[in-house]
C-alpha cells in the first residue's frame, strides 16, 4: 500500500522536493486512531525505532526533545519547534544544528483513504547553509528511520494498539 501517498499527494501542502527525505505508507486504520498514536509525543520511545526518547505538548510553539536513533550510529539527543498541528491531518516541526547552519523540518501528514484507510507521509527537508551537505551525508539513514517508523506506526495502528503512557 505504500505506493498510494503517491497517487494522493497533488492534495497536500508544497513541500521542497530538494534535499529531502520522505516515506509514505498506507495504513488500514482510522485516521484519528493514527493521529492519537502520533499526538502523543510522550509515547513516541515505546513504539518508535527512530525517536527512541520524546517528550513534549503538540501544540505550535512549543519545545519538543527527542534523541533520534539513525543506523549504525549512536542516538542523538535535540529539540524543536512545533511550528504546524492540524489535527488528524498533519504535525510540523523544525530544527536547528551547528549553530543554524542546518536547519531541518520536519512533517507527519496524515490522509483519510477512505473508511478506515489512510496514508502517512513522513518526512524531513533539510536546508541551511550545510542542508545539502548533511542531506548527502545522511540523507538514505533518514529516509530508512522514516521507513522504520512509518511500518512500526503501522503495525501499531492496525493491531488497534495504543502507545504505552508515560
Known amino acids: 500500500m505504500d505506493s498510494e501517498c503517491e497517487a494522493n499527494t497533488e492534495a497536500g501542502p ?7 527525505a520522505e516515506h509514505c505508507i498506507g495504513i488500514r486504520a482510522p485516521v484519528e486512531a493514527v493521529w492519537e ?5 510522550d509515547g513516541w ?4 525505532p527512530l525517536y527512541v526518547e520524546t ?3 503538540l501544540r505550535v510553539g512549543e519545545m519538543i526533545r527527542f534523541a533520534v536513533a539513525l543506523d549504525g550510529m549512536k542516538p542523538q539527543k535535540g529539540s524543536a519547534t512545533v511550528t504546524a498541528v ?7 516541526y523544525q530544527t536547528r544544528a551547528f549553530g543554524g547552519l542546518v536547519r531541518a523540518t520536519r512533517y507527519v501528514e496524515v490522509r483519510q483513504l477512505g473508511p478506515g484507510q489512510c496514508t502517512v507521509a513522513n518526512g524531513e527537508h533539510m536546508g541551511g547553509p550545510i542542508g545539502p551537505l548533511v542531506y548527502w551525508m545522511l540523507g ?3 529516509r530508512k528511520g522514516l521507513q522504520d517508523m512509518n511500518h512500526a506506526l503501522k503495525q501499531l495502528a492496525e493491531s488497534g494498539g495504543r502507545p504505552a503512557v508515560s
Request: with cysteine; charged share 30%.
Open 14 to 20: 508544497q513541500r521542497p522536493t530538494r534535499h529531502c
Open 37 to 41: 498514536i502520533i499526538g502523543d509525543f
Open 45 to 48: 520511545s515505546s513504539w518508535n
Open 55 to 57: 517528550s513534549g505538548t
Open 86 to 92: 492540524e489535527p488528524a491531518k498533519l504535525l510540523e
Open 140 to 142: 538514505e539513514k533518514v
